[in-house]
């Protein structure tokens, strides 16, 4: 059999297609990507003048709309699949033989699965491009994921990825796959051959697994609703996600963002700077020029405005999962360092350590940040979090790091393994410097649970909650200098 076209049910949009367009912003907005009513009515020019012929000439029609920031577009591209998916109800396959009135053929063995596995491994090793095949090859995905991926859950009818990738034992196609990708180059093949064939069945395998939990979330949206599948299947932006809940890959995606986070902020600061070009009044000045005027002071002299850059000193807890946070932020206030006259940047588990050097202006900080705990001697003791014992060797061995022209910012969740936590020290660090700031990435309803302390040191500096890169940027918008 070979596909014709797919027969979709006919979708009923309540006020017509600019209602399903505004439904689509509307979620598109409820993600944190802003889009304003004149992003609105250009994707409406769009969609009249592109029509519906095309869904992916739509799909990139409407993100140039409606995106401002390319770093959205895996957020956008699950809710475009979901509010304009690619057909409604179970997908049918025609018999090239069948007319435009003739009966559905029987379809896919999807029962069968050994049989379709052998369809798939078929497809996948023949064509060198999968969008040449991507109609038979949804069609397959379409019918194993409505004969082994359907289950009744609470809420009704529903579908899961995990059963069809289950079934479809995607480790063991992979490695047919490859090994069929192998045998074109004979008995020994090269290891660059190797590699070559491992990643195009790696490829290939990874297409197969999007296309399956793309067709479940599309089933499910039109089983429970959008809404439902929208609390799961819609990847947060990376400016939204928290910071320790974030996996590896999501982390990577966050340090993307790190530039365009810091030039959002030196903005914002000349802002602040060009309204704070008028300084305080004279009133000393303002008087003695009154006296031509007979004491009235008509012309009011200010003082020039002689904003500083303070010293910036950073102590940072580099362990378990508040590496990537502390990582984070170094990243935003290494792209923020020209706003102060110098950062020194220290890091401690159990121990503090200066790691200034690391951090050159031409320094690669991913490099840096893993050379801390092979280099640096951040933990002397069990290498567990212990503050108390941070702080002390902090006073102990860099007394002379704080000054009155030091603002000092701790990160960290404050958790201490139920040691010490040193609250003499952490207020004498706040008294010697200009200003003090700690940061921290735990949400605040769980400050002061189990081995937290941060209640505790709360009271002797300002504690500022940054679960998210966005709630960062506007913590350190807050504190730059002026």
């Known amino acids: 059999m070979t596909p014709r076209r797919i027969r979709p049910a006919q979708p009923l949009a309540p006020h017509g297609l600019p209602g399903h367009l505004v439904g689509f912003v509307e979620a598109l907005r409820a993600r944190g990507i802003a889009v304003?009513?004149?992003?609105?009515?250009?994707?409406?020019?769009?969609?009249?003048?592109?029509?519906?012929?095309?869904?992916?000439?739509?799909?990139?029609?409407?993100?140039?709309?409606?995106?401002r920031r390319p770093d959205h577009r895996d957020t956008y591209d699950a809710l475009f699949d979901l509010w304009w998916p690619a057909a409604l109800g179970a997908r049918t396959i025609l018999d090239e033989t069948d007319?435009?009135?003739?009966?559905?053929?029987?379809?896919?063995?999807?029962?069968?699965?050994?049989?379709?596995?052998?369809?798939?491994?078929?497809?996948?090793?023949?064509?060198?491009?999968?969008?040449?095949?991507?109609?038979?090859?949804?069609?397959?995905?379409?019918?194993?994921?409505?004969?082994?991926?359907?289950?009744?859950?609470?809420?009704?009818?529903?579908?899961?990825?995990?059963?069809?990738?289950?079934?479809?034992?995607?480790?063991?196609?992979?490695?047919?796959?490859?090994?069929?990708?192998?045998?074109?180059?004979?008995?020994?093949?090269?290891?660059?051959?190797?590699q070559i064939a491992k990643a195009i069945a790696a490829q290939r395998i990874t297409?197969?697994?999007?296309?399956?939990?793309?067709?479940?979330?599309?089933?499910?949206?039109?089983?429970?609703?959008?809404?439902?599948?929208?609390?799961?299947?819609?990847?947060?932006?990376?400016?939204?996600?928290?910071?320790?809940?974030?996996?590896?890959?999501?982390?990577?995606?966050?340090?993307?963002?790190?530039?365009?986070?810091a030039r959002m902020l030196a903005t914002r600061l000349a802002a602040k700077r060009r309204r704070h070009r008028a300084g305080a009044i004279d009133l000393r000045r303002t008087l003695r020029k009154s006296m031509s005027t007979g004491g009235v002071p008509i012309d009011l002299v200010l003082r020039k405005p002689r904003p500083a850059r303070p010293e910036l000193v950073v102590l940072c807890d580099m362990s378990g999962s508040v590496a990537g946070f502390s990582h984070f932020t170094l990243l935003l206030v290494h792209a923020l360092r020209q706003q102060f006259s110098r950062v020194r940047v220290f890091a401690f588990?159990?121990?503090?350590?200066?790691?200034?050097?690391?951090?050159?202006?031409?320094?690669?900080?991913?490099?840096?940040?893993?050379?801390?705990?092979?280099?640096?001697?951040?933990?002397?003791?069990?290498?567990?979090?212990?503050?108390?014992h941070a702080l002390t060797s902090f006073v102990d061995n860099f007394h002379e790091v704080l000054s009155p022209r030091s603002s000092l910012l701790i990160l960290g969740d404050a958790r201490t393994n139920y040691r010490d936590p040193q609250l003499a020290t952490l207020e004498h660090l706040a008294t010697a410097s200009r200003h003090a700031h700690w940061l921290n990435p735990e949400p605040r309803n769980q400050w002061g649970s189990g081995d937290s302390a941060a209640p505790r040191y709360a009271e002797l500096i300002p504690m500022h909650e940054c679960r998210s890169a966005k709630q960062l940027a506007g913590v350190i918008d807050g504190l730059l200098p002026v």
């Open 99 to 194: 007319d435009d009135d003739g009966d559905d053929a029987p379809g896919l063995p999807a029962e069968d699965i050994e049989m379709m596995r052998d369809m798939l491994l078929d497809l996948l090793a023949d064509n060198e491009d999968l969008a040449a095949i991507d109609d038979r090859l949804l069609a397959m995905i379409a019918a194993i994921v409505e004969a082994h991926g359907r289950y009744q859950s609470g809420r009704g009818p529903s579908y899961s990825s995990y059963q069809a990738l289950k079934a479809m034992a995607l480790d063991d196609l992979e490695g047919r796959l490859l090994a069929g990708l192998l045998s074109q180059y004979g008995d020994d093949p090269t290891p660059t051959q190797e």
């Open 349 to 388: 588990i159990d121990t503090t350590d200066e790691v200034t050097h690391l951090f050159g202006p031409d320094a690669d900080l991913a490099v840096a940040v893993q050379r801390i705990t092979r280099e640096a001697g951040v933990y002397t003791r069990d290498g567990h979090s212990d503050y108390g």
């Open 36 to 67: 304003g009513p004149s992003e609105t009515v250009d994707a409406g020019r769009v969609l009249a003048t592109l029509g519906l012929g095309s869904r992916e000439v739509m799909r990139e029609g409407l993100a140039c709309a409606l995106l």
């Open 207 to 261: 297409a197969v697994r999007k296309m399956v939990e793309a067709e479940t979330k599309r089933r499910t949206a039109e089983q429970l609703g959008r809404e439902h599948v929208q609390t799961y299947g819609i990847p947060e932006l990376a400016e939204n996600v928290e910071f320790l809940r974030a996996s590896g890959e999501q982390l990577n995606q966050m340090r993307k963002t790190v530039a365009p986070l």
